[in-house]
């Protein structure tokens, strides 16, 4: 049979091992942070009995008391640990009440009678009945765990409540003091079911802690697959969405196209006829060369503003027809257009210097440059001459268009070039607000960036960066323009 310091010595090292095995759990999985707390439970109990087995003969009345209150406390963490891992309610107030009333009467106890050992075993079994109860009410309560295993843990809490009871009623039979303490070996008995119902309280919950885990798991399964049906339903809608934007865009571009055909063949009759009113009339009075002029200059921009729908159109579609882009000869073309337009006596180009090979969709650049012209003509006064320089800079071909307008005012320039936005001090032009819109988008799909900014002097600068391949692209602000204000 074994002796009493040796089933202490088994308990002490089983209760000690059990605290680092919950503390190294606690370290893997610490999203359930309640482990420590039990962890805890565990070291306290260890601790207690470890000075247990350090008592001597005689202990002081300080080290008597010390060495009980410390299982008591691993008793509280036991039940606070178990309520915080089953979601229960927790007895901060139970159970710091039931400490503080057992160290009190201890203490009493102890000075009161120091041989009288009864008064101390009756006062600490109530205290282990008062936690064992609350642990099983928590048990009770819960519904998360499977109810085979919370009967279990139940039960080894009623069956150490039990052996508590009887031997608390033993020692009444029996009165123990100094002389006849019940730490001897008759009552071995008691801490070996003790040291069984810690082995049994620790497999329980270890069961717990796997059957949480399993729960986890199966949650987060769950969550995935419905996270998973959900973004394949949105995917359908977002695809059948799609097809029915696309739809609306192809039915769309295909009422652009035939809408400018039919403005294209009104169009060019009016102007065949302009044209052969001024054959026909020699010599026409000023008023009519003036309308006649007129004429020609509305049918031309109708014909620019078709241009740019088409060219906008294009650029959506992913259309870019890359070729080696001759400077010089769209330069000519810009001038043709406007001389056509009669406003060609307006424009100073500044000769072409020799420029690094570039790749790019000369019509869309060409739409860029006679939009930027027009812009710059149409808010400038009648006489006022527009720029037009292209060069290179710093890895990016620039393009700048200079004018003497009425420029674009500070707190329009984070606007303006949004479709159909036009500055506030347009309102006496007409205009659509697609020019620059236009001119960004098309720059844009070749890689590159417009910039607006005042003029010195007055008037507006627009500046449009190509990047060259291999270059990285230059700021527009690290050039200033090399002109007196």
Same mark, same amino acid.
């Given at each position: ?363 869309? *650049?060409?739409? !860029?440059?006679?939009? &930027?012209?027009?812009? /710059?003509?149409?808010? @400038?006064?009648?006489?006022? $001459?527009? #720029? ?72 507006? *600068?627009?500046? !449009?960066?190509?990047? &060259?391949?291999?270059? /990285?692209?230059?700021? @527009?602000?690290?050039?200033? $323009?090399? #002109?007196?204000?």
């Amino acid at each position: 049979m074994l002796d009493l310091k040796t089933m202490l010595l088994l308990e002490f090292a089983t209760t000690a091992f059990m605290s680092v095995a919950w503390l190294l759990v606690w370290f893997v999985w610490r999203q359930i942070y309640e482990l420590k707390v039990i962890a805890a439970g565990f070291f306290a109990i260890a601790i207690g009995l470890f000075l247990y087995l350090q008592r001597g003969p005689d202990p002081s009345l300080i080290r008597v008391v010390t060495d009980n209150m410390v299982i008591k406390f691993g008793l509280v963490l036991w039940a606070d640990g178990l309520a915080r891992f089953l979601g229960q309610p927790r007895f901060v107030g139970i159970s710091a009440f039931c400490l503080a009333a057992q160290l009190l009467f201890w203490i009493f106890a102890v000075i009161y009678d120091p041989t009288d050992l009864g008064l101390r075993i009756h006062a600490s079994t109530a205290f282990t009945v008062v936690m064992m109860a609350l642990m099983i009410r928590t048990l009770y309560r819960d519904r998360s765990q499977p109810p085979f295993l919370r009967w279990i843990m139940i039960f080894l809490l009623g069956e150490y409540s039990a052996a508590s009871l009887l031997q608390s009623a033993l020692v009444y039979i029996q009165p123990s003091t100094v002389a006849n303490p019940v730490m001897t070996n008759i009552n071995t008995w008691y801490f070996f079911q003790g040291h069984i119902f810690i082995v049994g309280f620790f497999f329980c919950l270890i069961f717990m802690v796997g059957m949480r885990l399993s729960m986890d798991l199966r949650d987060r399964n769950a969550a995935l697959a419905r996270e998973v049906t959900l973004r394949r339903r949105l995917e359908g809608e977002l695809s059948a969405s799609l097809e029915g934007e696309k739809a609306a865009r192809q039915d769309q571009r295909q009422l652009m196209r035939m809408v400018s055909h039919e403005f294209r063949t009104p169009l060019a009759a009016i102007r065949y006829a302009s044209d052969m009113l001024t054959l026909m009339l020699e010599r026409p009075q000023q008023a009519v060369a003036q309308r006649l002029k007129s004429i020609d200059e509305a049918v031309s921009r109708m014909t620019m503003l078709i241009d740019r729908f088409l060219a906008s159109e294009r650029q959506d579609e992913g259309v870019l027809k890359i070729e080696q882009v001759d400077f010089p000869a769209l330069y000519e073309d810009v001038q043709r257009h406007f001389d056509h337009a009669g406003l060609g006596e307006r424009l100073r180009l500044h000769p072409v210097a020799p420029m690094p090979a570039y790749r790019g969709d000369t019509e869309m *650049l060409r739409t !860029v440059i006679v939009n &930027l012209v027009d812009n /710059a003509l149409k808010y @400038s006064p009648k006489d006022a $001459e527009v #720029e037009i320089t292209i060069g290179a800079h710093n890895g990016d071909i620039v393009l700048e268009v200079k004018d003497r307008g009425i420029g674009i005012p500070d707190r329009d320039l984070a606007q303006i070039g949004n479709r159909f936005y036009r500055a506030s001090n347009t309102g006496g032009t007409g205009g659509s607000g697609l020019g620059l819109h236009s001119c960004r988008q098309l720059v844009g799909y070749h890689q590159g960036h417009l910039d607006l900014s005042a003029r010195q002097g007055g008037g507006t *600068l627009a500046r !449009v960066f190509l990047p &060259l391949p291999g270059f /990285a692209r230059a700021d @527009s602000e690290t050039m200033q $323009e090399e #002109e007196p204000a």
